[in-house]
């Protein structure tokens, strides 16, 4: 008989338990949160240029962890560490330039990294990382190089010269953009002139101001991704770009070339790093060695036609494009051409030039 009434007593107990909890889900923002918050799927924010990943592959991550992918863009290494430095936070990713890496590092902004969750780091070319700044992945994994040259239409550039001296044209005037960062026009300038672009020799720095104030009066402006368009538009005639991204309108815009200036040019690599503080920590690490996976590798440089130091990555990729010397310049240029670097206690110095030749007349 007891048992009976403890029976009964349960089932009585489940439906109603059962009634009040679905009368909580109906009535209750609290049980409400936390439903959403168990079913929703993780988000991992992602701090990087536009344009500069193959959203298949983004869209593979996320059905394979059950995440997805917020991405903020910035135009420069140097606007992204000044909203940064300003306070803007709750990234988990950064993908920036090499040199800003090795400041923001230094300034404790970043986190050094743990091989052990980053198994296919093994997969980064050796040779290269001769050369990279952070030579042994510290605190960064290599993404993409990159140089930055000259993008134009061939139907409307009449004699095109591969000199940074293009920029001096008077026929071209308001039909020529600038990247909108520092380091890129001061160095071009800089390479101009015959020098190294990471020069700290006050006279050399103030020649090449002298220079890009002279190369202002005739570009329309300094942009980066509004002169992508513009280009491929008919708007500008001749822009200084990254060889990737010239490459990505050249597909859809067969008028269009692309040439390493003779002087030579930047040579960066951008790198993937984790920020000090990141909510989503496991999650970075997953996705950058996501993005190391050879086939996943491989199909980012199709999409994005820059040249990862990936070496069983680079095997999978056609020769016509290994060899392509916009994807990576020719000897003659490279021997030319520099490594941007982190040039420590002169970065004031190319802020203040900076700003005189964006106030110039």
Same mark, same amino acid.
């Given at each position: 008989m007891k048992k009976k009434i403890i029976l009964v007593v349960s089932i009585v107990?489940? *439906?109603?338990? /059962?009634?009040c909890l679905n009368c909580s889900n109906q009535n209750s923002p609290e049980i409400e949160s936390? =439903? /959403? +918050?168990?079913?929703? !799927?993780?988000e991992l924010k992602v701090f990087m240029y536009a344009d500069y990943i193959n959203p298949e592959i983004v869209k593979d991550f996320e059905l394979r962890n059950?995440?997805?992918?917020?991405?903020?863009y910035f135009d420069s290494n140097e606007s992204m560490y000044a909203k940064i430095k300003a306070g803007a936070a709750g990234y988990d990713m950064y993908i920036c330039t090499s040199y800003m890496i090795k400041l923001m590092f230094e300034q404790k902004m970043i986190q050094q990294l743990d091989h052990s969750k980053i198994p296919n780091f093994i997969n980064v070319d050796t040779e290269y990382l001769q050369i990279a700044l952070d030579k042994n992945m510290d605190h960064s994994v290599p993404y993409m190089t990159s140089f930055a040259g000259i993008a134009y239409n061939a139907e409307k550039v009449k004699d095109f010269k591969p000199s940074w001296k293009m920029f001096e044209r008077a026929d071209l005037k308001k039909r020529m953009t600038l990247l909108n960062d520092h380091r890129e026009v001061i160095g071009a300038a800089l390479k101009t002139l015959? %020098?190294?672009?990471? =020069?700290?020799?006050?006279?050399? @720095?103030?020649? *090449?101001k002298q220079?890009?104030?002279k190369w202002k009066k005739n570009i329309a402006k300094f942009d980066v991704d509004? +002169?992508?368009r513009g280009l491929t538009a008919g708007e500008f005639y001749l822009i200084h770009a990254y060889n990737g991204d010239a490459l990505q309108f050249m597909k859809e815009n067969p008028k269009l070339a692309f040439a390493a200036p003779e002087e030579g040019t930047t040579l960066s690599c951008d790198d993937m790093v984790i920020p000090a503080g990141a909510k989503n920590m496991e999650l970075a690490y997953k996705f950058i060695d996501f993005l190391l996976e050879p086939e996943v590798c491989a199909k980012n440089m199709e %999409?994005?036609?820059? @040249?990862? !130091?990936?070496t069983p990555a680079k095997l999978r990729m056609p020769k016509e494009f290994i060899e392509n010397p916009a994807v990576w310049p020719k000897p003659e240029i490279l021997n030319k051409s520099n490594i941007i670097e982190d040039i420590g206690d002169a970065n004031p110095m190319y802020s203040r030039i900076w700003d005189e030749i964006k106030e110039a007349k």
């Open positions: 107990m489940i *439906a109603a338990l /059962t009634a936390l =439903s /959403t +918050a168990l079913s929703a !799927p993780k059950n995440c997805k992918i917020i991405m903020d015959g %020098f190294n672009l990471n =020069s700290k020799n006050e006279k050399e @720095l103030e020649a *090449a220079l890009v104030i509004e +002169a992508k %999409f994005v036609n820059y @040249l990862s !130091p990936n």
